[in-house]
C-alpha cells in the first residue's frame, strides 16, 4: 500500500539542522503516527512521503518554507513579569498560551530580565532547515474516526505513549488555527 489522502502512516525519523546537529529521532523509540494530508506534518515532509511504502528509506532537506516557516521577529516580545500573575520562577524554556491578535498562541520563555520576561511565539525551529532521514514502517486505511478527528488513534487511545508524539512535525500554520490533536507546537497530543 502507497501513502496517500487519508493513509494512517508510520515511520521512524531523525531529524537534523544544517550543521548536522541531531534535534530529535524514534528510531530508538516508537515510531511517529500521523494522519497523511491531514496537515499534522510539516508540508515538505509529507510532500515526500507522497506515493512511497512499507520499507521505503528516504534522506529528505526541507527548506524552513516548507517546515515551521521564516522566523517573524514580531512574534518575540517583551511581557512584565506581573502579567504572569502568581506564577513562581519563571525561566527560560517554559511555555505558556498567550492571547494575541491571532487568537491563543503557544509561546516560550526565551529570557528573563529583572521585571520583564521575553517570550518567542515562532516555533523553536522557524527559520530553519531541516533534513530528515527517514523509513516508512506502516500504511494502511485509516478508519472514518481516525479520519474525522484528523489524526490517528493508536493502540492504547488517548494519552499512551504511542499517541504523543512530542515534537512530532506537525504543521503550525500561524494564519490557521491548531488542527484537532496538534499543540501548534510542533507537537501532537489528544484532545477530544
Request: hydrophobic share 30%; aromatic share 4%; net charge negative.
Amino acid at each position: 500500500m502507497i501513502i496517500t489522502q487519508h493513509k494512517a502512516v508510520s515511520i521512524h525519523y531523525r531529524l537534523t539542522n544544517q550543521q548536522g546537529e541531531l534535534i530529535e529521532s524514534s528510531f530508538e523509540g516508537e515510531p511517529m503516527l500521523y494522519l497523511h494530508g491531514a496537515e499534522n506534518m510539516i508540508p515538505g515532509l509529507e510532500q515526500a512521503l507522497e506515493g512511497k511504502s512499507v520499507g521505503d528509506k528516504l534522506d529528505v532537506t526541507v527548506e524552513a518554507e516548507q517546515a515551521y516557516g521564516p522566523y517573524h521577529d514580531g512574534l518575540r516580545q517583551d511581557v512584565p513579569l506581573a502579567a504572569f500573575g502568581d506564577i513562581e520562577d519563571i525561566v527560560p524554556g517554559m511555555r505558556f498560551i498567550a492571547e494575541t491578535e491571532m487568537g491563543q498562541r503557544p509561546v516560550q520563555v526565551t529570557e528573563v530580565k529583572d521585571d520583564i520576561v521575553v517570550v518567542d511565539g515562532n516555533h523553536p525551529l522557524a527559520g530553519q532547515t531541516l533534513n530528515f532521514t527517514v523509513e516508512v514502517i506502516s500504511v494502511r486505511d485509516a478508519s472514518a474516526e481516525e479520519i474525522a478527528h484528523g489524526h490517528i488513534h493508536a493502540a492504547g487511545g488517548c494519552g499512551s505513549h504511542e499517541h504523543s508524539h512530542e515534537g512530532g512535525c506537525c504543521s503550525e500554520d500561524p494564519e490557521k488555527p491548531a488542527k484537532e490533536g496538534c499543540d501548534g507546537n510542533g507537537g501532537c497530543g489528544c484532545q477530544h
